[in-house]
């Protein structure tokens, strides 16, 4: 290993993303279990791009222009979607104040958390 591996390593380790944001602004508003519930969803999220990797779709991909434009393109179409969807959507944004005063129920709560978990994982990347 070089030194340029190690600080970018280092630098990509530290660098907050999207499922480290998640996981503490659950653990700040549900609590010490729901951001443990947080960080195993986030985990989870990696096994769809394990998945790619082992079934060669990720080599596809790399390799085949055409696909990786089909896959990017249907990308943008969703988040123009997502994006229409917010423009559409008139309703002014309320804040609950419930949320933070109820605590995590493991049997009930965790689901949600966790697929929002996996979720955040297979969106950012």
Avoid: N
Wanted: glycine share 8%; proline share 3%; with cysteine.
């Amino acid at each position: 290993m070089t030194a340029e591996f190690l600080i970018t390593a280092l630098i990509v380790v530290v660098a907050s993303g999207t499922g480290v944001i998640y996981t503490l602004t659950t653990g700040l508003t549900r609590g010490g279990w729901a951001s443990g519930i947080a960080a195993f969803g986030c985990t989870l999220g990696i096994i769809p791009h394990m998945v790619a990797a082992i079934l060669g779709l990720a080599a596809l991909l790399h390799t085949s222009a055409l696909a990786f434009h089909l896959f990017k393109y249907a990308g943008l179409v969703y988040l123009l979607y997502l994006a229409w969807s917010t423009l559409k959507d008139h309703r002014p944004m309320t804040v609950d104040d419930r949320a933070t005063a109820q605590p995590v129920s493991l049997l009930i709560d965790s689901p949600s958390i966790i697929l929002k978990g996996l979720l955040i994982r297979v969106r950012t990347h």
